[in-house]
């Protein structure tokens, strides 16, 4: 079995990918990052693997953080949560796990899965079920390709764990893990039913750490070689940069639980005398200049710092933030049909169908990976 | 009202007299490694130049860069024992886990995660551990700790468990500092206990340091009240200041910033700081800096502390200039060595202060000296630091209309005539002392960053109650009361959640109490 064993220069650009990656939302990667390499020092490894490398009938469990990002930076982890979860779907299904993913690559759930794979030593499948950030449960590509919508499970900081043994419907689930966050404090860690490596390799989103990974370290070569990181994001998404600009409007407000806002960016530099709209809900969600839609969910729109490239995430925009808007192709599993009712614009509450911008190619594996030794 | 303002550089020790808005005297003299007796220079000889008596004095403001440079040099800091009020929470990133390694040791004097905290809601992670607390205390105490950090999960939202652990504190180390996660950063566990932990390991430096200025400026027969300026520009009492001396850390770029909208009597501008080694660009936004979007890391440490947006670069009045076939001006610096070290005071070193004085532009030391620079060498030169000026401002700037700019500081003879992009380029009087006046000139604030459950209450309600927790804050740092208005106010709705909860932060500023 070939494995990629991350080291601390690696949590360093998956960090940085996964954050770009989180168009806008799905949380900070910083204390992620500093639970993987507090890990990584007391000698525990984190080894990721290709989907095509898992046996066809290993059972994969998805792993998340569930919740507000703002009540995670005050309420952090205990730390064991997703050693509690593992005992307590383990206990339920009658068998082992053999490798865990993330549901959701984009933001801190990009690292959420090493941390706990790293205490219990099992490795982590370089997958997942977005290929970005999406503010639901239900919002996977292995939930639009029929995975199981039980058994799941939820557990916190203070020691309580839920398992959810039947819910009718995916959206059903979505709504009773959220609930039950609530009461536990509005932060939790999640996951889903197991799926079967099989199942992971055709309806997994491919080599989104190695994406995170690659993003991460063009990023890191440009800052260290006084180059533009903005470009370097460029070049190695295959995106489209459709402004540079600064915030000039950011306005937000709460619909059933969820903030919608609008974003407008009024051009600098090349791009002065342009303004550009962005819709919110959680994430970036469709950009338009005047009344022509460019860039629309399940594309990713994501918004970096202009000068170190940093993502930066809905809650952190502010006036006169100097901003680059970027656009890249989502992955050829969301522009299918089937998945487009889920995760298109009518699914977001749009009165109009995906235009897709660019063209959708899986990212390949890093070259990291090496047979066990 | 007769007001002394002094800023403390690492070079030098700028005062400035003002009574009411009218400058009466500046003056500029060097730094000394006490700070205190070269702060007694200053206002000795401003207040001689005025022809003013120090007891006609109504406040001395002082800012100094003495406690930021005490974290980022490590010295004159003590050991702190950490008590995190967490229950299970919080525990995979254990207290200062985002230190660097040479700091860490220096303060770290063991931590204490114990039952205690709330959520966001306000309801109990788990009851305060009373028998924990001591048994922690009683461990610091027999190593000869004297200085608490406490942050409790969510103190923002309810402070009263910080509260009771300081008193159990108080009662088993008697004597010690103690300082409370809620009276000094935002919400954000990490970056609020790590400014709580900075705070309390500058606890003797603060003392000591006011009580020292304090003899100092009885000695000078001043008897007026003292003030530190903080890192949004405002006034803290010194008593204030003793406890929470972790507020000076950014206040430096700040008091120019103020003091050059107080000269202009412009409230959006670009002001331009250009010293003896750096020059700092930064943004004027309804007559207070423009701050950065990302918490302020002091010494490597992350906190979350706002502080102006300011770009640094190495230009200044001692910038080492050197000439070849594309000629370099510094980054490097003579810095306070400029008296000795530059061309037209005899030394070795061309400066771009003998660019300067040989095009004319400032009259120092003997321009005699300078006959081997070229006109033609110093055009060349004043046109490439202008550039450098010119691209950095740019970058700084909200859109790509002409603003106002202003420059302040010494080295601002650098540069003459309009800057690009600019509608204005002014050099105000006193333009060498701006620091010090916006000193002189500070206003008092009252802040809070906390998050809010709207069960139970209405918005109007919540939103109210942390208003007035800032005013109340904004009097205890000095503020008249009668004079407090709201500055900002910031609503943000926590994400993902049907609940009704959201984030607020308010800031109350009012003029000094009489």
């Given at each position: 079995?070939?494995?990629?064993?991350?080291?601390?220069?690696?949590?360093?650009?998956?960090?940085?990918?996964?954050?770009?990656?989180?168009?806008?939302?799905?949380?900070?990667?910083?204390?992620?990052?500093?639970?993987?390499?507090?890990?990584?020092?007391?000698?525990?490894?984190?080894?990721?693997?290709?989907?095509?490398?898992?046996?066809?009938?290993?059972?994969?469990?998805?792993?998340?953080?569930?919740?507000?990002?703002t009540v995670g930076i005050e309420k952090i982890p205990e730390g064991s949560e997703g050693v509690r979860l593992l005992n307590a779907l383990e206990r339920h299904l009658g068998r082992k796990v053999d490798a865990v993913l993330g549901d959701e690559v984009g933001g801190g759930n990009g690292i959420a899965p090493m941390l706990t794979a790293a205490m219990v030593d099992l490795p982590v499948v370089d997958a997942d079920g977005m290929g970005r950030a999406f503010p639901e449960v239900q919002m996977t590509t292995f939930f639009i390709h029929g995975q199981a919508v039980q058994p799941a499970a939820l557990a916190d900081a203070d020691g309580n764990v839920l398992v959810v043994t039947d819910a009718t419907t995916p959206k059903?689930?979505?709504?009773?893990?959220?609930?039950?966050?609530?009461?536990?404090?509005?932060?939790?860690?999640?996951?889903?039913?197991?799926?079967?490596?099989?199942?992971?390799?055709?309806?997994?989103?491919?080599h989104t750490t190695s994406q995170a990974w690659s993003l991460g370290d063009a990023v890191m070569n440009a800052r260290a070689g006084k180059e533009d990181p903005v470009e370097a994001i460029l070049k190695q998404s295959g995106g489209v940069r459709l402004m540079r600009g600064k915030v000039t409007d950011i306005s937000r407000r709460v619909m059933a639980g969820f903030t919608r806002g609008k974003l407008t960016v009024a051009g600098l530099d090349a791009d002065a005398g342009r303004t550009l709209t962005v819709d919110i809900q959680n994430e970036y969600l469709i950009a338009r200049e005047g009344e022509e839609i460019i860039t629309m969910v399940p594309d990713l729109i994501c918004i970096v710092d202009s000068e170190t490239?940093?993502?930066?995430?809905?809650?952190?925009?502010?006036?006169?933030?100097?901003?680059?808007?970027?656009?890249?192709?989502?992955?050829?599993?969301?522009?299918?049909?089937?998945?487009?009712?889920?995760?298109?614009?009518?699914?977001?509450?749009?009165?109009?169908?995906?235009?897709?911008?660019?063209?959708?190619?899986?990212?390949?594996?890093?070259?990291?990976?090496?047979?066990?030794? | 009202?007769?007001?002394?303002?002094?800023?403390?550089?690492?070079?030098?020790?700028?005062?400035?007299?003002?009574?009411?808005?009218?400058?009466?005297?500046?003056?500029?003299?060097?730094?000394?490694?006490?700070?205190?007796?070269?702060?007694?220079?200053?206002?000795?000889?401003?207040?001689?130049?005025?022809?003013?008596?120090?007891?006609?004095?109504?406040?001395?403001?002082?800012?100094?860069?003495?406690?930021?440079?005490?974290?980022?040099?490590?010295?004159?800091?003590?050991?702190?024992?950490?008590?995190?009020?967490?229950?299970?929470?919080?525990?995979?990133?254990?207290?200062?886990?985002?230190?660097?390694?040479?700091?860490?040791?220096?303060?770290?004097?063991?931590?204490?995660?114990?039952?205690?905290?709330?959520?966001?809601?306000?309801?109990?992670?788990?009851?305060?551990?009373?028998?924990?607390?001591?048994?922690?205390?009683?461990?610091?105490?027999?190593?000869?700790?004297?200085?608490?950090?406490?942050?409790?999960?969510?103190?923002?939202?309810?402070?009263?468990?910080?509260?009771?652990?300081?008193?159990?504190?108080?009662?088993?180390?008697?004597?010690?500092?103690?300082?409370?996660?809620?009276?000094?950063?935002?919400?954000?566990?990490?970056?609020?206990?790590?400014?709580?932990?900075?705070?309390?390991?500058?606890?003797?430096?603060?003392?000591?340091?006011?009580?020292?200025?304090?003899?100092?400026?009885?000695?000078?027969?001043?008897?007026?009240?003292?003030?530190?300026?903080?890192?949004?520009?405002?006034?803290?009492?010194?008593?204030?200041?003793?406890?929470?001396?972790?507020?000076?850390?950014?206040?430096?770029?700040?008091?120019?910033?103020?003091?050059?909208?107080?000269?202009?009597?412009?409230?959006?501008?670009?002001?331009?700081?250009?010293?003896?080694?750096?020059?700092?660009?930064?943004?004027?936004?309804?007559?207070?800096?423009?701050?950065?979007?990302?918490?302020?890391?002091?010494?490597?440490?992350?906190?979350?502390?706002?502080?102006?947006?300011?770009?640094?670069?190495?230009?200044?009045?001692?910038?080492?200039?050197?000439?070849?076939?594309?000629?370099?001006?510094?980054?490097?610096?003579?810095?306070?060595?400029?008296?000795?070290?530059?061309?037209?005071?005899?030394?070795?070193?061309?400066?771009?202060?003998?660019?300067?004085?040989?095009?004319?532009?400032?009259?120092?030391?003997?321009?005699?000296?300078?006959?081997?620079?070229?006109?033609?060498?110093?055009?060349?030169?004043?046109?490439?630091?202008?550039?450098?000026?010119?691209?950095?401002?740019?970058?700084?700037?909200?859109?790509?209309?002409?603003?106002?700019?202003?420059?302040?500081?010494?080295?601002?003879?650098?540069?003459?005539?309009?800057?690009?992009?600019?509608?204005?380029?002014?050099?105000?009087?006193?333009?060498?002392?701006?620091?010090?006046?916006?000193?002189?000139?500070?206003?008092?604030?009252?802040?809070?960053?906390?998050?809010?459950?709207?069960?139970?209450?209405?918005?109007?309600?919540?939103?109210?109650?942390?208003?007035?927790?800032?005013?109340?804050?904004?009097?205890?740092?000095?503020?008249?009361?009668?004079?407090?208005?709201?500055?900002?106010?910031?609503?943000?709705?926590?994400?993902?959640?049907?609940?009704?909860?959201?984030?607020?932060?308010?800031?109350?500023?009012?003029?000094?109490?009489?």
């Open positions: 079995m070939k494995y990629w064993t991350l080291s601390e220069a690696d949590i360093d650009r998956i960090a940085i990918g996964c954050g770009i990656l989180g168009t806008g939302g799905g949380g900070s990667t910083y204390h992620g990052l500093l639970r993987a390499k507090a890990l990584l020092r007391e000698g525990k490894r984190i080894r990721m693997v290709r989907p095509a490398d898992m046996a066809p009938d290993a059972q994969i469990l998805g792993i998340g953080g569930i919740g507000a990002p059903m689930l979505e709504k009773l893990l959220r609930a039950s966050t609530i009461a536990m404090g509005c932060t939790a860690l999640m996951t889903t039913a197991p799926m079967s490596g099989d199942f992971v390799r055709r309806f997994g989103v491919p490239g940093r993502a930066i995430g809905t809650e952190e925009l502010r006036y006169g933030l100097r901003i680059d808007v970027l656009s890249m192709p989502a992955p050829v599993l969301l522009r299918s049909e089937i998945a487009l009712a889920s995760v298109g614009p009518r699914a977001f509450g749009y009165d109009f169908d995906f235009v897709p911008m660019g063209v959708s190619a899986d990212a390949p594996a890093v070259p990291h990976y090496k047979e066990d030794a | 009202m007769l007001r002394i303002g002094v800023d403390v550089g690492g070079t030098n020790t700028d005062a400035a007299l003002l009574r009411g808005t009218e400058v009466l005297a500046t003056v500029k003299s060097s730094t000394t490694a006490d700070v205190t007796s070269g702060v007694s220079a200053a206002i000795r000889t401003v207040l001689a130049e005025a022809g003013v008596s120090a007891g006609a004095v109504n406040g001395v403001m002082i800012g100094t860069t003495h406690f930021l440079n005490a974290i980022v040099e490590g010295r004159h800091l003590e050991k702190v024992g950490i008590l995190r009020l967490c229950g299970a929470a919080t525990r995979s990133l254990p207290p200062m886990i985002d230190w660097p390694d040479t700091l860490r040791p220096i303060v770290d004097g063991g931590a204490a995660l114990v039952g205690g905290g709330v959520n966001y809601d306000g309801s109990e992670i788990a009851p305060l551990d009373d028998v924990a607390i001591r048994a922690a205390c009683r461990d610091w105490r027999a190593r000869g700790i004297s200085a608490v950090a406490i942050c409790s999960v969510f103190a923002l939202v309810d402070p009263k468990m910080e509260n009771d652990a300081a008193e159990i504190v108080a009662e088993e180390m008697p004597g010690a500092a103690i300082s409370l996660s809620h009276r000094v950063g935002r919400t954000g566990l990490l970056p609020r206990e790590n400014a709580t932990i900075l705070n309390a390991s500058l606890h003797t430096l603060g003392r000591d340091t006011v009580g020292a200025f304090r003899a100092a400026f009885a000695a000078l027969g001043l008897t007026c009240p003292l003030y530190l300026t903080q890192n949004d520009g405002t006034l803290m009492a010194a008593e204030f200041a003793e406890r929470y001396p972790v507020f000076t850390i950014a206040s430096g770029p700040t008091n120019s910033m103020r003091g050059a909208a107080f000269l202009t009597g412009l409230s959006d501008a670009a002001v331009i700081d250009i010293g003896g080694t750096t020059t700092d660009i930064g943004m004027l936004v309804a007559g207070f800096p423009r701050t950065r979007s990302e918490g302020a890391e002091i010494g490597g440490v992350p906190t979350n502390f706002r502080v102006p947006d300011v770009y640094s670069f190495g230009l200044g009045g001692g910038s080492i200039v050197r000439p070849g076939s594309s000629s370099t001006i510094g980054p490097d610096s003579v810095g306070f060595r400029l008296p000795e070290k530059a061309l037209c005071f005899g030394g070795d070193t061309l400066t771009a202060t003998d660019i300067a004085v040989s095009a004319g532009l400032v009259d120092l030391g003997e321009r005699d000296r300078l006959s081997r620079i070229t006109p033609e060498f110093a055009q060349q030169m004043l046109a490439q630091m202008k550039a450098s000026i010119e691209t950095v401002l740019d970058r700084m700037k909200p859109s790509a209309d002409p603003i106002p700019a202003i420059l302040v500081g010494g080295g601002s003879v650098l540069v003459e005539g309009l800057l690009e992009g600019t509608s204005v380029s002014l050099k105000p009087d006193h333009f060498g002392s701006a620091n010090a006046i916006g000193a002189a000139i500070a206003q008092v604030s009252g802040e809070v960053d906390s998050v809010v459950s709207l069960e139970g209450t209405t918005r109007e309600r919540a939103l109210e109650s942390i208003v007035a927790e800032a005013r109340a804050r904004a009097v205890e740092a000095g503020a008249d009361a009668e004079t407090t208005t709201l500055a900002e106010i910031e609503e943000t709705p926590l994400a993902y959640l049907p609940g009704n909860a959201v984030r607020v932060a308010a800031k109350v500023i009012g003029e000094l109490r009489a």
